[in-house]
């Protein structure tokens, strides 16, 4: 039998659900507030939730939230019930993971046709995913197929599926790697290679991003710990961070533990957040942030110039590292004017005592440009490609310098 929780805190509402669904046969459980629904869902597994947006203490985000952070819960086909019809509440609800929503009141029609239609893509995905032939694509869009194969290895607990590789950052001068971006790839049992392009939106769009980040961020914060006792004492580490994981109510004690669990000082990372993440969530983002910093951990703001609010950005948040985006690096020997906005970037941005990296340099030209340019450390193809561990130690037990 097919099992249905609902979680609705208006009692009149949430009884007409539950009869007008048992009538059709359907299991159900009931919840009054999110913090029974979430601990329902994880106690019997249910075959799809309806939740309502709009609640007391624990909201229907919040609750998306909490059951994606969790393998268990996490492929649970998810239906919001609001009464709310403005678009930016419903996209919010389909960014968190949502499979679908209905919107107050509805009809008894409506609510079937939409459970009915929730769970026969479920099965059909599920069929379809478990042939692990090359057919598989033909049934399947690729998204569809990747997002399922995703929640069954986070599901199962297959974390040795991910693998970190480092992008090595160098002083620009030297040539020497100073830090190293860390960037996560994921080896499918089923799928093969997928790439971080792919990766990362459908685990920032089903909230799988957060199970993903703390794996990520413990590894790094390891890894990080055994090259520092290896002698490089001031080597550090960076960390991209979504905005689904500086909202996390317990994101500050989890990073700060991470640290602890390694003896690793908090300047041993940075956490690098894009201008998209900030525009979601201003004060929410600036508030995690400061807190963040003082503890010791340093920011850096990603694919700097291609938001629309940059220079608001640097004066309102605690940053010490601006990273320039790529697309002003491309051809910069060949472009007077990406040539001028880039040193005027650099100026600026060490007239406001902040370092800069160049993203993306992949011909000795450009890497010519950006040295000429005072620009403090590069990274990109040129320098190196990101590498697995052991490649990537090579490189900097050997001292190796990577300008050319």
């Not at 009809?107 to 009915?116: G, M, Q």
């Not at 940053?319 to 990406?338: C, E, P, R």
Request: hydrophobic content about 40%; overall charge negative.
């Amino acid at each position: 039998m097919t099992k249905i929780l609902v979680i609705e805190d208006e009692e009149s509402v949430r009884e007409n659900i539950v009869d007008l669904l048992e009538a059709e046969s359907f299991e159900i459980l009931a919840a009054a507030d999110g913090k029974i629904g979430v601990d329902l869902a994880v106690s019997e597994v249910p075959d799809l939730i309806l939740c309502d947006l709009m609640m007391p203490n624990i909201n229907g985000y919040e609750v998306l939230q909490k059951l994606h952070s969790q393998a268990a819960t996490a492929t649970i086909p998810f239906i919001f019930l609001t009464a709310r019809t403005a678009k930016a509440d419903l996209r919010k609800g389909m960014d968190l993971g949502a499979d679908d929503y209905l919107t107050k009141p509805f009809t008894r029609s409506e609510l079937l046709n939409t459970i009915t239609s929730r769970l026969d893509k479920q099965v059909t995905t599920l069929k379809y995913i478990s042939k692990t032939n090359k057919n598989t694509a033909r049934f399947l869009p690729e998204f569809q197929i990747v997002k399922t194969c995703l929640l069954r290895t986070l599901a199962k607990r297959n974390l040795k599926e991910f693998q970190v590789h480092y992008q090595p950052i160098i002083d620009t001068n030297s040539g020497l790697i100073v830090a190293a971006e860390s960037l996560i790839r994921w080896q499918s049992s089923e799928l093969g290679l997928i790439s971080p392009a792919e990766l990362i939106p459908l685990a920032e769009s089903t909230g799988l991003i957060i199970p993903i980040g703390e794996w990520l961020i413990k590894n790094v914060c390891n890894q990080t710990k055994i090259w520092q006792d290896a002698g490089y004492k001031n080597f550090y580490s960076t960390i991209n961070i979504s905005i689904h994981q500086l909202i996390q109510p317990d994101f500050v004690p989890k990073i700060l533990k991470s640290l602890a669990d390694n003896n690793l000082h908090s300047s041993s990372l940075e956490l690098e957040i894009t201008e998209g993440t900030i525009e979601q969530d201003v004060n929410t983002v600036i508030n995690r942030m400061e807190e963040l910093r003082s503890h010791g951990l340093k920011f850096a703001i990603d694919d700097f110039g291609t938001g629309r609010s940059s220079l608001i950005y640097l004066k309102q948040l605690p940053i010490s590292t601006l990273k320039i985006d790529h697309y002003f690096i491309h051809n910069i020997d060949k472009d007077k004017q990406k040539s001028a906005i880039t040193k005027g970037i650099i100026e600026m941005a060490h007239n406001l005592n902040l370092r800069v990296v160049a993203e993306g340099v992949e011909t000795k030209a450009e890497l010519n440009i950006v040295r000429l340019h005072n620009c403090d450390r590069t990274q990109g193809y040129l320098l190196s490609h990101p590498l697995p561990v052991t490649e990537f130690e090579e490189l900097l037990l050997t001292n190796k310098r990577l300008t050319v």
